[in-house]
C-alpha cells in the first residue's frame, strides 16, 4: 500500500515514500479526459510542527506546548501538469497559507500554471510551504525545554544536594568521634 509504514519504530514515526512512473502505463492507468497520463511522480510524508498554546506568566513550565502532525499526499502528472494533494492537519493555519501562496494575488512566479514546468515549479514552492510551516517554532520550543531543565536542575539543587550538604557539614563540625552509631568495640 502507497504511504505505508515499514519497520516504525514508535507512535511518533514519520515516514516518507515515494513512487516515480516516467514509462507509458498499461491499460486502466491513464484517464486523458481527465488529465491523467498515468506518468507521475508521487510522494507522501508527515511533518511535524510545534505551537505554544498558552503560557504562563508565574512559571515557565507551566507553558503548553503542542507538537502538530501533517501527514502529506502529493502526486504530479508529468505529462499534463495537473497535480493533486491531499492533506491532514488539525486547524486552518496550513491550509490558509496554501490558499494564500496560491492566489492571483500571491507571490510573483508562484503561481504560474501555463506549461508543465511552471506546475513543476509551483508544486515545489508548495512543499516549501510546507517544511518551512514545520520548522518555525522549533527553535523556541528547544529554548523552553532547556530553561525548564535549568529550572528543575536549580530547584533539585536547592533542595537535595544543599540539605547534603548541610548534613556532611555537621558531621564534619561533631564533636562525637563516630556520629553515624558506628563503634569498634575492642573488647
Known amino acids: 500500500m502507497f504511504g505505508g509504514q515499514s519497520e516504525a519504530k514508535d507512535s511518533r514515526f514519520s515516514g516518507f515514500r515515494e513512487q516515480i512512473r516516467l514509462k ?5 492507468h491513464s484517464a486523458p479526459d481527465l488529465g491523467r497520463s498515468g ?19 508565574e512559571d515557565v513550565t507551566l507553558d503548553e506546548w503542542s507538537i502538530r502532525d501533517a ?23 496550513l491550509r490558509d497559507r496554501y490558499e494564500e501562496l496560491t492566489r492571483s494575488t500571491g507571490r510573483s512566479g508562484h503561481n ?54 548541610e548534613f556532611y557539614r555537621a558531621l564534619w563540625h561533631s564533636t562525637d568521634p563516630m556520629p553515624l552509631g558506628f563503634r569498634i568495640d575492642n573488647t
Open 24 to 28: 507509458s502505463p498499461g491499460t486502466g
Open 39 to 57: 506518468k507521475h511522480y508521487q510522494i507522501c510524508f508527515n511533518l511535524k510542527a510545534v505551537q505554544l498554546k498558552r503560557e504562563s506568566k
Open 71 to 93: 501527514a502529506i499526499y502529493h502526486r504530479f502528472d508529468v505529462d499534463y501538469g495537473n497535480t493533486l494533494w491531499i492533506i491532514t492537519k488539525g486547524g486552518r493555519d
Open 112 to 165: 504560474m500554471y501555463t506549461d508543465t514546468a511552471s506546475c513543476f515549479h509551483s508544486a515545489l514552492v508548495a512543499h516549501l510551504l510546507h517544511c518551512q510551516w514545520s520548522t518555525e517554532d522549533w527553535r523556541w520550543y528547544i529554548v523552553w525545554l532547556e530553561r525548564v531543565v535549568q529550572q528543575e536542575v536549580s530547584r533539585f539543587y536547592s533542595t537535595h544536594v544543599h540539605a547534603e550538604v
